[in-house]
């Protein structure tokens, strides 16, 4: 038996997937290079980005159509045109929705009264589909007490019954209290009835604020609430006792009860 030299040492084989001096795995014959995490990134945002840009090319256009508002049933509401009082052909309309809303009835001559001494500071809503009026407020603007204060009053709002729940109301009233300020109003007032609170409601999100109780006011005997808006800053501070004055007034019972 032959002794030998010494053991040659048998050759390394290169694994698959084994690291190569460079770092990396180097790929088996027959699979595809593995892609590191740098190059993947760069890969990702680049695909990203072009998709995005396709999507934005073949995006449609928004139609007129899908920005009129819809009712929970998801049928399409017919648009609304807000425009100012101009003749009295518009009259007839603005009575017939006004005695149907409202409690109190006028005379032809009260609603000329407002219209012909303050047509800019009435507004309509209109049905543009229909040429129908649907919205309505009729104000006024004069001075008021020894103060000679500019007083705007809200005289008349109704909307029709099928059409509510729409902020048409509360637009009207925006609108009218807008053209009152700057007709130079330094406050606006209103009534309502007593028992009205979803008005109450709206008008004090508007700012107004109950200033007196008015017994029964309406001719169906209901009380009334006479709600104040301060157009101008300074008139907060200087009604501020008054407005406390008030409030303990409407704490008071009704003088006029019999118990």
């Keep these: 038996m032959t002794k030998s030299k010494g053991k040659s040492k048998p050759?390394?084989?290169?694994?698959s997937g084994s690291t190569s001096a460079q770092g990396h795995a180097s790929p088996s014959p027959g699979q595809p290079p593995e892609v590191h995490d740098s190059d993947s990134n760069k890969d990702l945002e680049a695909g990203e980005a072009a998709a995005t840009q396709q999507q934005q090319v073949e995006r449609p256009q928004t139609s007129a159509l899908a920005s009129i508002p819809e009712d929970a049933a998801g049928e399409t509401l017919?648009?609304?045109?807000?425009?100012?009082?101009?003749s009295e052909h518009q009259l007839p309309e603005m009575i017939s929705l006004i005695e149907n809303d409202l409690s109190e009835p006028y005379s032809i001559y009260t609603y000329?009264?407002?219209?012909?001494?303050?047509?800019?500071?009435?507004f309509l809503a209109m049905d543009k589909e229909k040429d129908k009026c649907i919205g309505v407020i009729v104000c006024r603007l004069d001075t008021h007490g020894n103060a000679k204060i500019?007083?705007?009053?809200?005289a008349m709002l109704a909307?029709?019954?099928d059409y509510r729940k729409r902020k048409i109301g509360s637009t009207l009233a925006l609108m009218a209290i807008q053209a009152m300020k700057d007709a130079g109003a330094d406050e606006i007032v209103l009534e309502t009835e007593y028992t009205n609170t979803s008005a109450i409601a709206l008008y004090q999100r508007m700012g107004f604020i109950k200033d007196k109780r008015l017994y029964r006011y309406y001719l169906n005997g209901v009380?009334?609430?006479?709600?104040?808006?301060?157009?101008?800053?300074?008139?907060?501070?200087a009604k501020a006792r008054e407005g406390m004055d008030m409030a303990i007034d409407l704490m008071q019972p009704d003088p006029t009860s019999i118990n």
């Design 78 to 86: 017919p648009p609304i045109e807000y425009i100012g009082y101009e």
């Design 150 to 154: 500019n007083r705007g009053y809200i």
């Design 11 to 15: 050759k390394s084989k290169q694994k």
């Design 112 to 122: 000329r009264y407002f219209l012909h001494q303050w047509p800019k500071l009435s």
């Design 223 to 237: 009380d009334a609430f006479r709600l104040k808006l301060f157009c101008r800053p300074e008139l907060i501070g």
């Design 159 to 161: 909307v029709s019954k």
